[in-house]
Nanobody, 123 residues
Framework: QVQLVESGGGLVQTGGSLRLSCAAS????????MNWYRQAPGKERERVAS????????NYADSVRGRFTISRDNTINTVYLQGNSLKPEDSAVYYC????????????????WGQGTQVTVSA
């Protein structure tokens, strides 16, 4: 079984910064694309940022482009989300998502989600 565990959420003032981490563990053969999503109360879950296997291919939602940076460290199966110039509208539960091949022999593919970490930006 594979687990994704997020950390780094919390309360921050408008204009502040936060760095979220998501570590994947388990019988991992390889990890493909990794993503960060967020969901605010009463709103649909939206994709915030994505990063390819090479760590060079990235994509951002318009609402965060230029303020957020996604990165990954394949040596420790971890993806990060650095958020700067945070706004109250960035407040949400942030979820990590990843395409994972697990198992050492005949790896199987599955898309996994973390449990989420709360980010609250005070006005």
């Amino acid at each position: 079984q594979v687990q994704l565990v997020e950390s780094g959420g919390g309360l921050v003032q408008t204009g502040g910064s936060l760095r979220l981490s998501c570590a994947a563990s388990g019988r991992i053969s390889s990890i493909g694309a990794m993503n960060w999503y967020r969901q605010a109360p009463g709103k649909e879950r939206e994709r915030v940022a994505s990063i390819g296997v090479d760590g060079l291919s990235t994509n951002y939602a318009d609402s965060v482009r230029g303020r957020f940076t996604i990165s990954r460290d394949n040596t420790i199966n971890t993806v990060y989300l650095q958020g700067n110039s945070l706004k109250p509208e960035d407040s949400a539960v942030y979820y990590c998502n990843a395409d994972v091949w697990s198992g050492l022999n005949n790896p199987t593919f599955q898309n996994y989600w973390g449990q989420g970490t709360q980010v609250t930006v005070s006005a």
